[in-house]
């Protein structure tokens, strides 16, 4: 709605005289001006760069003269309603002409930027690139900051550390943030609607941010529109936010479907996978459902007969189809794996079909080298030829035919030449994955295996990869992607970790061991958890060894319900605090992972309050791998020396007295969330406690209580009330077995009376 939202056109001198705009054009319009605390210099030009023949163009804010007047009015935004200023450069008649448009947000503290090149000249040109935003002194911008040292740039979409402005001289995908220790500063990305990638490069201690249009073609007579990139002067938090809903609205984010669980073959097995032990495992699940639920398997690279050829090789004699039907028999969703790209080079489509394959600017074909997995190599197909979109269409369209209900695809490179030359490569991506949207049908659950964000398929999935493959021997790697970019999860899809295992080492596993030691493991099996899009293992589970750390599984199933996300965010270039808070009838308690990513041992300090827990207020510390209360703190809590690669996965639970009168819940065990996915209420009267949990977590643990009167066990419904131990002065735990699966449980407590305060 917002995108057509009628312009109210006003008048130079009313809008200039109300206010003094914080960001603006300069008097004669070739610079933008932006005043902001902390920043002691902030100007900018713009300018589109474009290809005429064999010269390369620039028009501009400081190329061309002001074409005009600035023109003012105000629209609406997803964020409320913007006061615009619009400038066109370039004398009438000019063959080029620039428009450039600033939207000040009133309700928010923000602008974008956003640009359009006019092509009035009677020949075509290609468009590479829009500087939106140049603020380096020798393009004619400016930026100072008091101390570059104190500033971070912290990469949002790609794997790249955070490192401060003095050292940063990286051109960055996308987006990133730019903040001081105070909190000075903003977020820098792309809002849409859809047209092109961005950038944000440092360079110098200054910057620019940028548009890659790709040398698409613009006709003449035609005009072509940048992207819109937002400046965000909010504080971090509230400024990802902003952005990566602004996004979510303009891209039309999928998020209806919720986190999901199971199991995959890839780490199991790679690519000698076969259809005996897709089998033993679908049994195993079928057979074992208080331990696996009834989740995903997911049928990864090696059952195809070819690359291009996506039908059932001779290691699975029945077919597919079949296989697909066996796993809905054991009451599972069958999952399969494509790289709808990649082509084997027998294929005899591409032989058929050379044009449709991708090739470079001078007419080379697209070619990767082989690999273990793939020994013959690949030819790449480019989506963007009609004969392609058949072809791909019919790969994800005969998978849902066959049965299968989740699909995960990988290796999404498109290439950069295509058959509309007026598409840029984000074009491109969008309808590929449009494409294999319609084929699949809306119930169909789509993952984009990724490794890094990307807004190429935001609408079309329901769950993106963000980091890069899990092996056991590489969890730190995947630690620093998959913390920076939870922010996208819940936005724009369900972020997928990729999977964990269920202990550090096993002899039945082919893929190796978490090199870096337990505390590596621990530290990995638990953020997955939190993550909270998808929690998937990739082990031989029907093997004895594996079969005695089942319950691993069992505590990370399903992901995490609350949304997560990691503090320090834009003013450390270390991830240490990552979790939640989570608000319930009965009391509301944060779960963070503290997490130490240096080489040395050293203790991770955790700000309460700016965790989300009240000011003040003395909490319950309890850690999940020992099952302990560990004490309380207020304000802050510090780890004590955490070894390198290591966490403490704690819950932090407000108590007004350790005296309570009435028991409060501090800890659990069945679940990593430690409460959130495994307990639905905990209900106390005078006499009695009662506590009712959800189908999720281990068939057997414990949860501990804190209360001042006795507790005994009264009464339970579909599990098993074990005992009721005191543990130490006013400490109880619950001992609990027989979980089901698939139904919700309950106990009840007897409560005894309040102590006589003057015989204690």
Same mark, same amino acid.
């Given at each position: ?27 004669d319009g070739s610079r933008i001006v932006v005043e902001r605390a902390g920043i002691t210099e902030?100007?900018?030009?713009? =300018?589109?760069?474009?290809? +005429? ?41 000019? +063959? ?15 602008? $974008? ?52 402005? $003095?050292?940063?001289?990286? *051109? ?100 000698? @996978? ?24 997911? @049928? ?9 050829? %996506? ?16 796993? *809905? ?34 007419? @080379? ?144 596993? !082919? ?6 030691? +337990?505390?590596? %493991?621990?530290? %990995? ?31 990370? =199933?399903?992901?995490g319900p609350e949304k997560s996300r990691l503090l320090g965010l834009g003013k450390s270039a ?34 309460? $309050? ?67 996915? +495994?307990?639905?209420d905990v209900r106390a009267a005078p006499s009695e406690l009662t506590v009712e949990l959800k ?18 066990? !009264?009464?339970?419904?579909?599990? !098993? ?40």
């Amino acid at each position: 709605m917002w995108r057509n939202a009628i312009v109210v056109l006003l008048s130079l001198s009313p809008f200039a005289a109300a206010e003094d705009p914080w960001v603006r054009f300069s008097g004669d319009g070739s610079r933008i001006v932006v005043e902001r605390a902390g920043i002691t210099e902030f100007g900018g030009v713009s =300018r589109a760069v474009f290809v +005429e023949g064999d010269n390369n163009n620039v028009v501009g804010n400081r190329s061309h003269a002001l074409n005009g007047a600035v023109r003012f009015s105000e629209r609406a935004t997803p964020f409320g309603k913007a006061m615009v200023s619009e400038a066109t450069y370039g004398e009438p008649g000019a +063959e080029f002409q620039y428009t450039l448009i600033l939207k000040r947000l009133i309700e928010i503290d923000a602008f $974008t930027i956003e640009a359009v090149f006019h092509n009035r000249s009677d020949r075509d040109v290609r468009l590479r690139a829009f500087d939106l935003l140049d603020a380096r002194k020798n393009s004619g911008g400016a930026f100072r900051v008091p101390d570059s040292d104190a500033w971070l740039v912290t990469p949002l979409m790609e794997d790249a550390p955070a490192v401060s402005l $003095t050292l940063a001289e990286k *051109r960055l995908k996308e987006a990133a943030l730019l903040y001081d220790k105070d909190g000075h500063g903003f977020l820098v990305g792309p809002v849409g609607p859809a047209e092109a990638y961005t950038s944000f490069q440092a360079v110098g201690k200054e910057f620019i941010a940028g548009v890659e249009m790709d040398g698409v073609l613009v006709r003449a007579g035609e005009s072509r529109r940048s992207e819109e990139m937002i400046f965000s002067f909010e504080p971090v938090e509230a400024a990802t936010k902003i952005w990566t809903r602004w996004v979510a609205a303009t891209h039309g984010a999928r998020l209806h479907r919720g986190p999901v669980y199971g199991w995959c073959s890839w780490y199991d097995r790679t690519t000698k @996978i076969d259809e005996t032990h897709i089998t033993e495992v679908t049994r195993t699940i079928a057979e074992n459902p208080d331990v696996f639920g009834k989740g995903i398997i997911q @049928i990864d690279d090696g059952y195809q007969k070819m690359d291009g050829d %996506w039908s059932a090789n001779e290691k699975f004699p029945s077919g597919m189809e079949a296989v697909a039907k066996r796993i *809905r028999e054991a009451g599972c969703t069958p999952g399969v794996w494509f790289a709808p790209l990649m082509m084997h080079p027998d294929h005899p489509w591409q032989k058929k079909h050379p044009d449709a394959m991708q090739k470079n600017a001078q007419g @080379i074909s697209s070619f990767s080298n082989p690999n273990p997995f793939h020994p013959a190599g690949a030819n790449w197909i480019n989506p963007s030829h009609p004969e392609s979109r058949k072809f791909l269409a019919n790969i994800i369209g005969d998978a849902v035919k066959q049965g299968f209900g989740y699909i995960k695809i990988d290796f999404n490179g498109i290439g950069n030449q295509f058959v509309d030359p007026t598409k840029t490569r984000l074009q491109a991506f969008r309808e590929l994955y449009a494409l294999y949207r319609e084929a699949a049908g809306e119930e169909t659950y789509i993952l984009s295996c990724l490794g890094s964000p990307t807004r190429g398929v935001v609408g079309f999935i329901d769950s993106a990869r963000v980091g890069p493959d899990s092996h056991p021997g590489g969890f730190p790697h995947c630690l620093d992607s998959v913390l920076r970019f939870q922010i996208f999860h819940g936005e724009w899809w369900q972020n997928d970790a990729d999977v964990s295992y269920l202990a550090r080492k096993l002899e039945s596993r !082919k893929v190796g061991y978490t090199s870096q030691g +337990e505390g590596m %493991w621990k530290s %990995w099996h638990g953020i997955v958890a939190l993550t909270g899009g998808t929690a998937m293992i990739s082990e031989p589970i029907q093997m004895p060894d594996v079969k005695e750390v089942w319950r691993n599984y069992e505590i990370m =199933r399903p992901p995490g319900p609350e949304k997560s996300r990691l503090l320090g965010l834009g003013k450390s270039a270390e991830n240490q605090a990552f979790g939640f808070v989570a608000s319930r009838p009965y009391g509301d308690f944060a779960v963070f992972n503290l997490y130490n990513p240096g080489s040395q041992a050293k203790p991770i300090e955790l700000d309460l $309050t700016a965790a989300g827990l009240p000011a003040g207020v003395k909490c319950a510390v309890f850690d999940f791998w020992s099952n302990e209360l560990l004490g309380y703190a207020t304000g802050s809590y510090s780890t004590g020396p955490l070894e390198p690669l290591s966490s403490r996965l704690l819950r932090f639970t407000p108590v007004v007295d350790p005296n309570v009168d009435l028991p409060v819940l501090v800890g659990s065990d069945l679940h990593l969330t430690m409460g959130a996915a +495994e307990v639905a209420d905990v209900r106390a009267a005078p006499s009695e406690l009662t506590v009712e949990l959800k189908a999720g977590g281990a068939r057997k643990g414990s949860l501990t209580f804190l209360s001042n009167r006795t507790l005994s066990a !009264k009464s339970s419904e579909n599990c !098993k009330l074990d005992s009721v131990e005191k543990i130490g002065e006013n400490l109880w735990r619950i001992h609990l077995s027989g979980r089901k699966w698939d139904s919700p449980q309950s106990f009840v407590l007897g409560i005894g009376p309040v102590p006589n305060v003057s015989q204690q």
